[in-house]
């Protein structure tokens, strides 16, 4: 029993990595990641010329009717539309070799801070990462004396580098920095989905009538509302398409397995219950009332309360933390809700701003206007899009005292923060102990 301590304790104290090919992390940078970086180059060889004539905000070359309207300028949309055919073959080029390095197990390469002098907007965090492969954080796990290695380094460095590399590959041109390599992935997930939008949207507006209408606002009727919320908040992190290769499609419904993408969220709560391994939501649902000072009504409440989401996946869960913060606001358990998004595409599904701000166009097409209502929100300041540094970087939360100060203060200040996540949500906060 002392020895089984012993190895379980040592293991604990190791970050997680593919130096164990037993493990998941094993399974991700053997089988996962080249997927998804030949997902990413297969769909970009199949669809050119959707990366240079889309017309969206998205769209890294100007569209040919805003460039020349009435038929002038051609040569200049000639001239882009080569310059970016060129710098599309040299993203496949560079994704092409990236995938051959980390199937090979090749040393980890430097990123080129003469480009981030050139560019700090979009390549300024290329010191910060070059600092990190010369730290304990990028340490060998087999020989500290030699470099860093795909299947020799934690988990969590060398995934979250895999994609900084991705994005460094389209930061590093001219015509196509805004690319994003995984948007067709995340349209054709929410698309499969549409039913269940419908399902949530109308849920929470039905539940938001209940709680308007009720003579007696009760505590014990918010709290049943809040925790079934909060629970359907959580199982919509199971459309977390890096932990699917990117497939995007949704694991059967069961009993023991709800889904957001494929069931109704007020008839999954029993289930959703079930399958929970701990459920704090009743003392969660404490300290919020306490930090707002709420008497469980909704014209009166004192103090200013800030819940911080943390926001993995675009699609259904980024729609579920949304559902979340509307109850929080509209019940006074909040005053703000604040959404804390990745400065660039990240993970395949992580959720960016322009993201949350197509998902309150998709979201109105459903019906129930929610997606105005959540756009005024973000203009009076109840909710909150930010985005830092640091949810792209490869340290784990034990660093975020150093490496992000303003934002380690900034948490100072929430009543609430919530992480959600599989991989480096996850993996950031065990390692982070």
């Known amino acids: 029993m002392a020895g089984l301590i012993s190895t379980v304790a040592k293991s604990l104290s190791q970050p997680l990595s ?24 297969d769909h ?10 889309a017309k969206t ?11 020349h309207p009435a038929g002038g300028l051609q040569d200049a949309w000639n001239s882009n539309r080569h310059e970016s055919e060129e710098e599309l073959k040299g993203i496949l080029g560079a994704l092409a070799k990236l995938r ?3 199937q090979t197990n090749k040393p980890l390469t430097r990123f080129d801070v003469g480009l981030a002098e050139k560019d700090d907007a979009y390549m300024g965090d290329f010191a910060e990462w070059n600092a990190a492969l010369d730290s304990v954080v990028a340490r060998n796990l087999i020989s500290l004396s030699e470099p860093p290695k795909w299947f020799e380094c934690s988990w969590l460095f060398v995934e979250t580098y895999m994609y900084r590399r991705i994005m460094a590959a389209i930061h590093e041109t001219t015509h196509l920095k805004l690319l994003d390599p995984f948007k067709w992935q995340k349209a054709e997930s929410l698309k499969d989905s549409t039913k269940n939008v419908h399902n949530m949207l109308d849920y929470l507006k039905n539940t938001l009538e209940v709680i308007v209408q009720a003579e007696d606002k009760t505590p014990e009727e918010l709290k049943r509302h809040f925790g079934q919320l909060l629970r359907l908040s959580l199982w919509g992190n199971k459309g977390d398409l890096s932990h699917s290769a990117g497939k995007g499609k949704p694991e059967p419904p069961s009993a023991c397995h709800p889904t957001p993408e494929t069931s109704n969220p007020h008839d999954d709560q029993h289930a959703m219950r079930e ?28 103090g200013y309360t800030r819940v911080d989401i943390i926001c993995d996946n675009y699609g259904l869960e980024l729609i579920t933390d949304l559902i979340l913060g509307e109850f929080l606001i509209v019940s006074r358990l909040a005053s703000q809700v604040c959404y804390h998004v990745k400065a660039m595409p990240w993970f395949v599904s992580d959720t960016t701003v322009p993201d949350l701000l197509h998902i309150l166009d998709v979201i109105n097409d459903h019906g129930g206007k929610f997606g105005d209502k959540w756009r005024d929100y973000l203009m009076s300041g109840k909710f909150i899009a930010t985005t830092d540094a640091f949810w792209t970087l490869p340290y784990d939360f034990d660093w ?3 490496k992000a100060p303003a934002l380690y203060d900034y948490f100072k200040g929430s009543a609430l923060i919530i992480f959600k996540g599989y991989d480096p949500g996850w993996q950031a906060i065990r390692q982070g102990r």
């Open 18 to 41: 593919a130096v164990d090919t037993s493990s998941y992390a094993y399974v991700t940078v053997q089988h996962r990641m080249p997927i998804i970086l030949t997902q990413i180059v």
């Open 44 to 53: 970009l060889s199949r669809h050119k010329s959707e990366v240079y004539d």
């Open 57 to 67: 905000d998205s769209a890294l070359v100007t569209s040919p009717t805003r460039l």
């Open 100 to 102: 051959n390095e980390l």
């Open 275 to 302: 399958v929970l391994l701990v459920d704090d939501s009743e003392a969660i649902w404490q300290h919020l009332r306490k930090a707002s000072s709420t008497k469980c009504s909704l014209t009166e409440s004192s």
């Open 400 to 402: 975020m005292k150093k």
